[in-house]
């Protein structure tokens, strides 16, 4: 079993251990709403949408510069920095 499979089922218990532990009812606050929920219904609406915006930031593209762009930037500056070089350094280099 991979490593990353484990940790999966290994949070997924704990999380429903939680849950099962607080199925209790509060008093929820939303503005000028007062509701009487389960903890269990919005610890679990908690955990979906932390779920779902880890994914969307996950998945979104990134702003700055991209790790490939930097490599190939690195490349072309090495071309370009040797053909900067006058004959005296390129016979002084190749001796």
């Known amino acids: 079993m991979r490593a990353k499979t484990l940790f999966v089922i290994i949070i997924t218990v704990l999380i429903t251990i939680i849950l099962m532990q607080n199925t209790d009812e509060v008093k929820f606050k939303v503005l000028f709403w007062e509701l009487y929920l389960p903890k ?13 915006l ?42």
Do not use: H
Request: proline share 2%; aromatic share 6%.
């Open 40 to 52: 269990l219904v919005i610890l679990t609406g908690v955990i979906f949408l932390g779920i779902i």
């Open 54 to 95: 880890g994914m969307l930031l996950a998945n979104r593209p990134s702003r700055g510069r991209n790790f490939k762009d930097d490599i190939n930037n690195q490349n072309n500056n090495n071309q370009d920095n040797l053909d900067t070089l006058s004959s005296e350094d390129r016979d002084y280099i190749s001796e």
